[in-house]
């Protein structure tokens, strides 16, 4: 496991400041950050974000403020060295969370799980049982609360005095919720995991490997699903490309980050 010393080095792209890190080194700050019980709220950009940052101010604030901003999408990376940027690698958000499943198994940690529905939330649990027993479940909570319940999970989640939270939560209930609870739950560790839980649930199948390597994983969802998600995909990626080729004439001036600074990280 890599123990990062120092500051990452960091990548200048569509206007963000991206970490240069492989997985290994993220699972060591985390595990850093869970025995020093400082901060390390991640992220991860893929073509959508990227496209949508732009005009969408609550997702952009909420790349802004993470601690440590990942290249989820294979096309980011592949961006990033055409505008000699060149991130070492893909760190998909999936990858990670079971990364991060397996430093808690290693070391009897503990983890909060929120998002998804009930029955995938459960399906969740059971995968967490089975593949990393010693990973501890120490509380959960589907996905479908409104605003006013939003401080009661918040409390939960504080209470349970876990280690790790994973958020299964869609934008932008995801950004409103740790906008509003963040630094209330006291928690080291914190993952935005997308559709991850439906993937460990096996509600949803990822692609295999080498769609993987080839950065066709979106095509492998949209034959899954291609009347709700072809659409999406062709205007995204195509947006994507264009922004590319806007990127290499011009670059975007970086975006001022949140006005709230960030105290007691463990990456600074």
């Known amino acids: 496991m890599t123990a990062l010393l120092g500051p ?3 990548r200048q792209l569509f206007g963000l400041r991206l970490d240069a890190l492989t997985a290994d080194d993220v699972i060591g700050l985390a595990d850093q950050a869970v025995q020093s019980r400082r901060r390390l709220l991640i992220g991860v950009v893929n073509a959508a974000k990227v496209v949508h940052l732009r005009s ?3 997702l952009r604030e909420s790349l802004l403020e993470c601690d440590v901003l990942l290249a989820d999408g294979q096309s980011v990376v592949w961006a990033s060295r055409l505008l000699g940027q060149p991130l070492p690698q893909r760190v ?4 990670l969370f079971e990364q991060l499943l397996a430093l808690a198994d290693r070391d009897r940690r503990s983890v909060y799980l929120l998002g998804a529905t009930p029955s995938v939330l459960r399906g969740v649990e059971e995968a967490v049982a089975r593949r990393w027993p010693g990973a501890r479940v120490v509380g959960s909570r589907d996905g479908y609360f409104g605003a006013a319940a939003s401080a009661e999970v ?3 989640i504080a209470a349970s005095g876990a280690d790790m939270l994973f958020i299964a939560m869609p934008s932008p209930h995801k950004e409103i919720f740790l906008g509003t609870h963040g630094p209330s739950l006291g928690v080291p560790v914190l993952h935005g995991v997308g559709g991850s839980f439906d993937v460990l649930s096996g509600l949803t199948k990822r692609a295999p490997e080498r769609w ?6 979106w095509l492998y969802r949209v034959l899954q699903e291609p009347g709700r998600l072809w659409r999406r995909y062709l205007t995204t990626n195509t947006a994507f490309v264009l ?12 975006y001022d980050p949140p006005t709230t600074a960030k105290e007691g ?4």
């Open 265 to 268: 990280t463990a990456h600074e």
């Open 56 to 58: 969408d101010r609550l």
């Open 212 to 217: 993987q390597r080839w950065g066709m994983e």
């Open 154 to 156: 918040a409390a939960g």
């Open 8 to 10: 990452a080095p960091r």
């Open 243 to 254: 922004l590319l080729i806007r990127e290499r004439i011009s670059r975007t001036r970086p």
């Open 92 to 95: 998909a958000g999936i990858d």
